[in-house]
C-alpha cells in the first residue's frame, strides 16, 4: 500500500506549481506588453524583454536617425551583434551592422553585410538603398535600374529615396535602356518617374525623350505623364518644347480636333493636359461635355448648368499658343433662362508676362444656337502662351448674386484675320 503524502508535502507542491504558474503568466505578461510597446518605446520595451529583437531594431534604427546627437556607434554595435545571436536568420539586423559599419568607414565590409541581408530578403528595404548607391557608383546601372525596381514594388513610397540618382542613371545609355524598358513593362513606379522628373529641366530632356519613344508602342505614355511634363515645361517657361510635345502626343483621331482652340466642339474625350480643356472643380454649377452622336444637336456641345448659387472663379480653361496678328473668337450658344447676376465672359491672358488680352462676354435671357464673335489682337510684344477660360466676374460668393440657368456651348473657335 503506497503512502500518502503528509499535508505539509501536498501543500508545498501545491505552491510549487502556483510558483511556476506565476512565473509563467508573468513571463508572458512580459512578453505581451514589450510587443505592445515595441513601436512607442522600445528602450521600456526591451527591458521587458531584452529578446524582442523587433524592439531592439527600432531603437538601433532610432539612434541612426536621431539628427539631435551622435549616435554611439560601437555600442549600437554590440547591441546589434547581440540581438544577432539569437536570430542569425533576420536580415534587418545584418542591414543595421552594416549601416553602423558603413558609417564606421568600412565600406566593404558593409557591402558585404548589404548583400547577406539580401540573400536572406530581396526587399530588406535599408540593404537595397545602399546597393543602389552603391551600383550606381560602380556604373552598374543596369543592375541599379533592377534595384530601384524591386524596392519600389515592395515600398512605394520610397521612391524620393532613389530619385536623386535618376539623372546618373539616365545620363548613361545602358541606364537609360534599362529604365526605358522597366516602363515599356508597365513598372508601378513610371507616374512618379515621370512626375520627378518633370520638375527640373535636365529631369524634362529625359522626360520627353523617354515618352517619344514610348509613343506607338504597347505602353504609350498616360495622359497623367504628359500632363506632368508639359505642366513641368510651362513651368519652366518653356513653351515651345511643351505645346511641341503636346502635338506630338495627339493620335490620328485627335489631331482632326486640332486648331488655335483644341477640341473646339467639346467632345467627351477630355485628356487632361494643359492644351486640352480642363474641368474645373466648381461648386454651384455642373460642366458636362456630350458629342453630337450621342445627342441631339441642339444639346451638343459643353453643356454648363448653373444651380442657383453664387458662382466664383473659373469653370473650364485651356492653354492656347497665339503668334502676334489680329484675330476673330466666335461662339455658337444655346441658352435657357440664363441669369448672370455679374458677368460670364471667356478671358484670353498672356501667360508670361500676365495680362489680360481680351474678354469676350456671353450674353443671359433665352435663344437658340446663337452666334457670337468678337475680335481681337495679340501684340509684338513676347507672349509666347494664353491661357482662355471661362469665368464669372463674381469677386465674392454673395448670395445676393445667384448663377441660374442652363448655358450650351456647340462650338468655340479661334480664327486668325488677314493682315
Avoid at 554611439?72 to 536570430?87: I, Y
Avoid at 556604373?139 to 546618373?168: C, M
Avoid at 520627353?208 to 505614355?221: D, F, I, K, Q, V
Wanted: glycine share 6%; with cysteine; net charge neutral.
Amino acid at each position: 500500500m503506497m503512502d500518502r503524502a503528509s499535508p505539509l508535502t501536498q501543500n508545498l507542491r501545491l505552491s510549487g506549481v502556483w510558483f511556476v504558474a506565476s512565473v509563467l503568466v508573468l513571463l508572458a505578461s512580459s512578453i505581451g506588453l514589450s510587443r505592445f510597446l515595441e513601436t512607442e518605446a522600445p528602450a521600456f520595451s526591451l527591458a521587458l524583454d531584452p529578446l524582442n529583437v523587433d524592439a531592439s531594431i527600432r531603437e538601433i534604427s532610432s539612434d541612426l536617425n536621431d539628427l539631435n546627437n551622435v549616435p554611439d556607434l560601437p555600442a549600437l554595435l554590440a547591441q546589434a551583434r547581440g540581438a544577432l545571436r539569437f536570430n542569425l536568420g533576420d536580415a534587418r539586423l545584418y542591414s543595421l551592422i552594416g549601416e553602423i559599419k558603413y558609417r564606421q568607414g568600412e565600406k566593404e565590409e558593409a557591402y558585404k553585410l548589404f548583400d547577406q541581408a539580401r540573400k536572406l530578403s530581396k526587399t530588406e528595404i535599408h540593404a537595397l538603398q545602399r546597393s543602389i548607391g552603391h551600383s550606381i557608383e560602380l556604373g552598374d546601372f543596369s543592375k541599379a535600374v533592377g534595384e530601384i525596381d524591386i524596392l519600389l514594388r515592395r515600398w512605394p513610397d520610397r521612391f524620393a529615396a532613389v530619385a536623386d540618382g535618376l539623372p546618373t542613371i539616365l545620363s548613361n545609355p545602358n541606364g537609360y535602356n534599362a529604365v526605358l524598358a522597366a516602363i515599356r513593362a508597365e513598372a508601378p513606379w513610371r507616374a512618379s518617374l515621370f512626375g520627378a522628373l518633370a520638375k527640373s529641366s535636365q529631369g524634362l530632356d529625359f522626360a520627353n525623350r523617354l515618352l517619344l519613344e514610348l509613343t506607338g508602342s504597347s505602353a504609350p505614355p498616360k495622359s497623367s505623364e504628359l500632363s506632368a511634363v508639359i505642366g513641368g515645361y510651362i513651368g519652366q517657361k518653356e513653351y515651345e518644347s511643351a505645346y511641341r510635345l503636346f502635338l506630338f502626343s495627339l493620335s490620328d483621331q485627335e489631331r482632326m480636333l486640332g486648331g488655335y482652340i483644341f477640341n473646339s466642339t467639346f467632345e467627351p474625350i477630355v485628356g487632361g493636359t494643359p492644351f486640352d480643356w480642363q474641368i474645373r472643380d466648381q461648386s454651384g454649377l455642373e460642366v458636362t461635355f456630350t458629342t453630337s452622336r450621342e445627342a441631339a444637336e441642339s444639346e451638343a456641345g459643353a453643356t454648363v448648368r448653373f444651380l442657383n448659387t453664387p458662382v466664383k472663379n473659373t469653370a473650364l480653361q485651356q492653354y492656347i499658343e497665339l503668334p502676334p496678328g489680329s484675330y476673330k473668337i466666335s461662339l455658337i450658344a444655346t441658352a435657357r433662362d440664363l441669369k448672370l447676376p455679374k458677368e460670364l465672359f471667356w478671358s484670353i491672358r498672356c501667360v508670361d508676362p500676365v495680362g489680360e488680352i481680351a474678354r469676350f462676354k456671353v450674353p443671359e435671357g433665352t435663344y437658340n444656337r446663337q452666334k457670337l464673335s468678337q475680335d481681337f489682337s495679340v501684340g509684338p510684344a513676347a507672349c509666347p502662351m494664353q491661357l482662355l477660360r471661362l469665368e464669372t466676374a463674381a469677386i465674392a460668393e454673395s448670395w445676393r448674386f445667384r448663377y441660374v440657368g442652363t448655358l450650351i456651348m456647340h462650338k468655340l473657335s479661334i480664327e486668325r484675320l488677314p493682315s
